[in-house]
């Protein structure tokens, strides 16, 4: 696994993609990207903004957009938004070069919309859009399962670990050296 370049992690939204990447990278000695900020450092605005103003499928342009550019950084950990995987060219992108490992961590949808309005509560910021509608949001999560098994080189249970022990996991799964 020395070959690899990037590593991905995907997943629906709660199952820690952002918080495990930070904590990834820092112990790899990686960079660290989260595509929801890239996607706000291009729009200016806040996620909740866009889709309010601008809609989904907007949301989803600039998404594709943001990706391509991270997906041609070396060294770097990035965490991608629960939905990017819902795009056919997102998950060619993701396929297209074999130094991109991509890894799916996974969860229950109740822990995971739990863990959402806590993390929302706690930090005084607003509950993610597409969580909006309780009914809507597990529909989505059956219906992105499939999508994220197409994308997974590795598929990791989050329910029973904490973040620290999830980036773990990951390193072991992979075969990559702590610096
Ligand atoms: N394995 C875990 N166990 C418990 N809570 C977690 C775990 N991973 C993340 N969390 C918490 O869930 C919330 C959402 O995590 P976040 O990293 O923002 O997820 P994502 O980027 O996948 O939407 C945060 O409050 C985080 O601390
Ligand atoms: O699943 C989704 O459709 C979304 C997930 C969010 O990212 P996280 O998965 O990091 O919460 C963010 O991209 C946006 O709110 C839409
Ligand atoms: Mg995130």
Known sequence: MKDVK???????MGSGKS???ALLAAELGWA???????IEART????????????????REVESAALGDLLEREQTVIALGGGAPEIA?????LAADEATRVVVLEAPFTELYERCIAQSLQA???VRPVLANKDEAEARFYRRA????AIAHEVLETASLDPTTTVA????RLGLAKR
Do not use: C, K, M, W
């Open 6 to 12: 990037r590593i991905v992690l995907a997943g629906f």
């Open 19 to 21: 918080t495990v990447g």
């Open 32 to 38: 660290f990207a989260d595509l929801d900020h890239a």
């Open 44 to 59: 200016g605005e806040t996620i909740s903004q866009t889709f309010a103003t601008r809609g989904e499928a907007y949301f």
């Open 89 to 93: 060219a997102n998950r060619n992108a």
């Open 124 to 126: 005084g910021t607003a």
């Open 146 to 149: 499939p999508h994220y098994r």
């Open 169 to 172: 996991h990951v390193i072991e």
